[in-house]
C-alpha cells in the first residue's frame, strides 16, 4: 500500500513539474475578457489593493504578498498557513474600507470578491472610479455570475455554484502576474481535493445541510447560504443538497421556516469579524441548543451541529476549505 501511495504521489509531483514546465509566460500588454469587461495590463502589478478575503488569499496562495500594497473585509482569519506572508501586507479593515483609504495606497491593480465591494451600487467603489484613474480591476468571475436581484444585493443563481469559477479566476490572476504555473499547480492541488471528498461522499443524497451565517439577534431572521451559492455546492459535494431551496444568494429567514426545513445537519459559521454575538459559532450553538422549541429539532437532538468557517459560505477558496472541515465532523456522526 505504501509503494502504491508513492508512485500516486510521484506521478501528481510529475504531472505539476510537467503543467510547470509548459506553462507559457505572459506577454504585456495583456488584455483579458472579465464580467463583460475587457482590462489591459501594461506589465504585472507590483501595488495591489485586494478587495476581499478570496482576493486577498488567491494572491497569498500563488506567493504574491511582495506584489500586494493592502487588502480588506476579512470575514475570517487568514488561513494558518498564509499568516507569515499575510504580515507583511497592510490590512486596511475587516470590513468594507473607503474608496479614499484604497486609493491613498495608490494601487496599480484592485481585485474584487463582491458586488458590495466593487459593483454599480456598491458604497465602497465602482469600476469606473478606478478606470477614470488608469488603474486595471478584476471582479471575481463569482461575483458576476449572479442575476441583479432587487431583493438581494448579492443577487441570486439560477443554477449551482461550482470550483470553475473559482478555477477560471486562479487562473486569470497567474496570467495577470505572469506566474501561470503556479496557478496551474494550485488548480490541480484543488481538483484532486474536490475529487476526493466526491468520490468519498457519493449517494448520501438523502442528507439536508442548513448554513446559518449569522443573525443581529437571536429575534431576527437568520442570514443562510442559499441554495444555489457556494453552501449548495458544499451539500452537493458531500452527498447532499441544501435544505433552504432559494435562488437568492444570501436569503433571510425566520426561525419557524428554519425548523419546517428540518435539516439533516445544522451548519454554523465561525465568523470573525466582531459584527454580532452570533459571529461566534459557540453562540450559535448555546441558541440552538437551549430555545425551548429550535431545540426539539432532530439534528439538534441528535448533535448533528457542525461548524465551519463563515468565509466558505462566500464564494471563495475557503468554500472547498469548508468542505474538507465539514467532512471532518460528518464522519463521526450517526447520520441517518
Given at each position: 500500500?505504501?509503494?502504491?501511495?508513492?508512485?500516486?504521489?510521484?506521478?501528481?509531483?510529475?504531472?505539476?513539474?510537467?503543467?510547470?514546465?509548459?506553462?507559457?509566460?505572459?506577454?504585456?500588454?495583456?488584455?483579458?475578457?472579465?464580467?463583460?469587461?475587457?482590462?489591459?495590463?501594461?506589465?504585472?502589478?507590483?501595488?495591489?489593493?485586494?478587495?476581499?478575503?478570496?482576493?486577498?488569499?488567491?494572491?497569498?496562495?500563488?506567493?504574491?504578498?511582495?506584489?500586494?500594497?493592502?487588502?480588506?473585509?476579512w470575514p475570517n482569519s487568514v488561513l494558518p498557513e498564509l499568516?507569515?506572508?499575510?504580515?507583511?501586507v497592510e490590512m486596511l479593515t475587516v470590513e468594507f474600507p473607503?474608496?479614499?483609504?484604497?486609493?491613498?495606497?495608490?494601487?496599480?491593480?484592485?481585485?474584487?470578491?463582491?458586488?458590495?465591494?466593487?459593483?454599480?451600487?456598491?458604497?465602497?467603489?465602482?469600476?469606473?472610479?478606478?478606470?477614470?484613474?488608469?488603474?486595471?480591476?478584476?471582479?471575481?468571475?463569482?461575483?458576476?455570475?449572479?442575476a441583479a436581484d432587487i431583493k438581494d444585493a448579492y443577487g441570486?443563481?439560477?443554477?449551482?455554484?461550482?470550483?470553475?469559477?473559482?478555477?477560471?479566476?486562479?487562473?486569470?490572476?497567474?496570467?495577470?502576474?505572469?506566474?501561470?504555473?503556479?496557478?496551474?499547480?494550485?488548480?490541480?492541488?484543488?481538483?484532486?481535493?474536490?475529487?476526493?471528498?466526491?468520490?468519498?461522499?457519493?449517494?448520501?443524497?438523502?442528507?439536508?445541510?442548513?448554513?446559518?451565517?449569522?443573525?443581529?439577534?437571536?429575534?431576527?431572521?437568520?442570514?443562510?447560504?442559499?441554495?444555489?451559492?457556494?453552501?449548495?455546492?458544499?451539500?452537493?459535494?458531500?452527498?447532499?443538497?441544501?435544505?433552504?431551496?432559494?435562488?437568492?444568494?444570501?436569503?433571510?429567514?425566520?426561525?419557524?421556516?428554519?425548523?419546517?426545513?428540518?435539516?439533516?445537519?445544522?451548519?454554523?459559521?465561525?465568523?470573525?469579524?466582531?459584527?454580532?454575538?452570533?459571529?461566534?459559532?459557540?453562540?450559535?450553538?448555546?441558541?440552538?441548543?437551549?430555545?425551548?422549541?429550535?431545540?426539539?429539532?432532530?439534528?439538534?437532538?441528535?448533535?448533528?451541529?457542525?461548524?465551519?468557517?463563515?468565509?466558505?459560505?462566500?464564494?471563495?477558496?475557503?468554500?472547498?476549505?469548508?468542505?474538507?472541515?465539514?467532512?471532518?465532523?460528518?464522519?463521526?456522526?450517526?447520520?441517518?
Amino acid at each position: 500500500m505504501l509503494i502504491r501511495k508513492l508512485v500516486v504521489l510521484s506521478g501528481f509531483t510529475f504531472s505539476l513539474l510537467c503543467s510547470a514546465a509548459q506553462a507559457e509566460r505572459t506577454s504585456y500588454p495583456l488584455t483579458i475578457e472579465n464580467c463583460g469587461q475587457e482590462v489591459t495590463f501594461e506589465k504585472a502589478p507590483e501595488r495591489t489593493v485586494a478587495l476581499g478575503q478570496n482576493s486577498a488569499e488567491i494572491l497569498l496562495l500563488l506567493g504574491l504578498e511582495d506584489r500586494m500594497a493592502a487588502t480588506a473585509f476579512w470575514p475570517n482569519s487568514v488561513l494558518p498557513e498564509l499568516a507569515s506572508a499575510n504580515n507583511t501586507v497592510e490590512m486596511l479593515t475587516v470590513e468594507f474600507p473607503t474608496l479614499e483609504s484604497v486609493l491613498a495606497q495608490q494601487p496599480d491593480f484592485v481585485p474584487a470578491m463582491l458586488v458590495t465591494l466593487m459593483g454599480p451600487d456598491s458604497k465602497v467603489a465602482k469600476r469606473d472610479d478606478f478606470e477614470t484613474l488608469g488603474i486595471p480591476t478584476y471582479l471575481s468571475p463569482s461575483a458576476c455570475s449572479t442575476a441583479a436581484d432587487i431583493k438581494d444585493a448579492y443577487g441570486s443563481r439560477d443554477e449551482l455554484w461550482s470550483m470553475d469559477l473559482l478555477y477560471k479566476e486562479i487562473e486569470d490572476m497567474a496570467r495577470i502576474f505572469d506566474v501561470a504555473e503556479r496557478g496551474d499547480a494550485l488548480i490541480a492541488d484543488f481538483k484532486a481535493r474536490e475529487a476526493a471528498l466526491r468520490d468519498e461522499f457519493a449517494g448520501r443524497d438523502n442528507l439536508t445541510f442548513l448554513f446559518w451565517f449569522s443573525s443581529p439577534s437571536p429575534a431576527d431572521d437568520a442570514y443562510l447560504g442559499g441554495g444555489n451559492g457556494p453552501s449548495g455546492y458544499i451539500a452537493d459535494l458531500l452527498g447532499g443538497s441544501n435544505a433552504v431551496k432559494t435562488e437568492a444568494e444570501w436569503p433571510s429567514l425566520g426561525w419557524e421556516g428554519i425548523m419546517a426545513a428540518n435539516p439533516t445537519v445544522f451548519v454554523a459559521a465561525q465568523v470573525d469579524r466582531n459584527r454580532w454575538d452570533l459571529d461566534k459559532a459557540n453562540n450559535k450553538i448555546a441558541y440552538l441548543t437551549s430555545d425551548p422549541a429550535i431545540s426539539q429539532m432532530e439534528a439538534v437532538q441528535a448533535g448533528r451541529i457542525a461548524v465551519m468557517s463563515g468565509a466558505a459560505m462566500n464564494p471563495s477558496i475557503r468554500t472547498l476549505y469548508g468542505a474538507e472541515q465539514l467532512a471532518e465532523q460528518l464522519r463521526s456522526y450517526d447520520l441517518p
